[in-house]
C-alpha cells in the first residue's frame, strides 16, 4: 500500500535556524515526490517535484533532496515568514496523478 | 504560473440543503481535475478525480450520490454537496494540472452547514 510519512510532525526554529523536514515514502514506480506550502485556511502552494534519486531543487531559503526511500525539505536560515505547514505528496501508484499526502510538518519560526 | 480559482471561498448552509464549489483553472486547460477534502489540523484526502466530458472516479468511502462532480469544460470542474449534513462541514480544496504531473491547488472552499 502506498504511504507518505512525514517527520516532525511539529517544529518550533528560531530565526535563522536551520533544519531539514523529512518525508519517507513507500509507492510503487515513483512518478514524482512534490512538495508543497500550506498557509492556513489556504490551499496548498506548490513549491518542488522531484522524480529521481540525487535530484535537487532550490527556492530561496528551501531545498528539497531525493533518495530511493525518502526526501528532505532543508530550511536554511529562516525567516518567520517561512510558517507554515509543509505537505510531501506522490501519485497514487493506481490513481492516475491523484496526490497521497503526508500529514504535514507544522514549522513555526520566530523572532 | 498555472492558477486556479474556487468559489465560493466560504459558505454556510442550513442542514438539508445542497451547496456548489466551482473549481476553475485560469489559464490553462485541464481534462483531469481532483477534489480533496481537509479537517482541521489534518492532511488532505483524495475525494475524487473529475474528468472532462465523462463521470467522476470517487475513492472508497466517499458517496457519488452525495458528492456531485461535473466537469463540463476543460475549465471548468464543480462539486455539488447534496443534502449536506454538519459532518460534511470541511474544507474542500480541488486541483488541477496543466500537463498531468505538477498539480495546482485552488484556495480553497470552507463549507460549515449548519
Known amino acids: 500500500e502506498d504511504q507518505v510519512t512525514q517527520s516532525p510532525e511539529a517544529l518550533r526554529l528560531q530565526e535563522g535556524e536551520s533544519s531539514s523536514l523529512n518525508c519517507s515514502y513507500t509507492v510503487s514506480g515513483l512518478r514524482g515526490l512534490f512538495w508543497y506550502r500550506q498557509d492556513p485556511g489556504k490551499g496548498p502552494e506548490f513549491l518542488f517535484t522531484l522524480y529521481s534519486a540525487g535530484e535537487e531543487k532550490e527556492k530561496e531559503r528551501l531545498k528539497a533532496t531525493l533518495t530511493k526511500k525518502e526526501s528532505f525539505l532543508h530550511i536554511t536560515a529562516p525567516k518567520p515568514e517561512d510558517s507554515a505547514t509543509y505537505l510531501c505528496?506522490?501519485?497514487?501508484?493506481?490513481?492516475?496523478?491523484?496526490?497521497?499526502f503526508g500529514k504535514g510538518t507544522s514549522l513555526l519560526v520566530t523572532p | 504560473g498555472a492558477v486556479v480559482s474556487q468559489h465560493p471561498s466560504r459558505v454556510i448552509c442550513k442542514s438539508g440543503t445542497s451547496v456548489k464549489i466551482e473549481c476553475r483553472s485560469l489559464?490553462?486547460?485541464?481534462?483531469?481535475m481532483f477534489w480533496y477534502r481537509q479537517f482541521p489540523k489534518k492532511s488532505l484526502m483524495l475525494m475524487a478525480t473529475s474528468n472532462e466530458g465523462s463521470k467522476a472516479t470517487y475513492e472508497q468511502g466517499v458517496e457519488k450520490d452525495k458528492f456531485l462532480i461535473n466537469h463540463a469544460s476543460l475549465t471548468l470542474s464543480t462539486l455539488t454537496v447534496t443534502s449536506a449534513h454538519p459532518e460534511d462541514s470541511s474544507f474542500y480544496i480541488c486541483?488541477?494540472?496543466?500537463?498531468?504531473?505538477?498539480?495546482?491547488f485552488g484556495p480553497g472552499t470552507r463549507l460549515t452547514v449548519t
Open positions: 486541483s488541477a494540472s496543466p500537463s498531468g504531473s505538477e498539480q495546482y
Open positions: 489559464d490553462f486547460q485541464a481534462t483531469t
Open positions: 505528496a506522490a501519485p497514487n501508484s493506481n490513481s492516475g496523478y491523484a496526490l497521497n
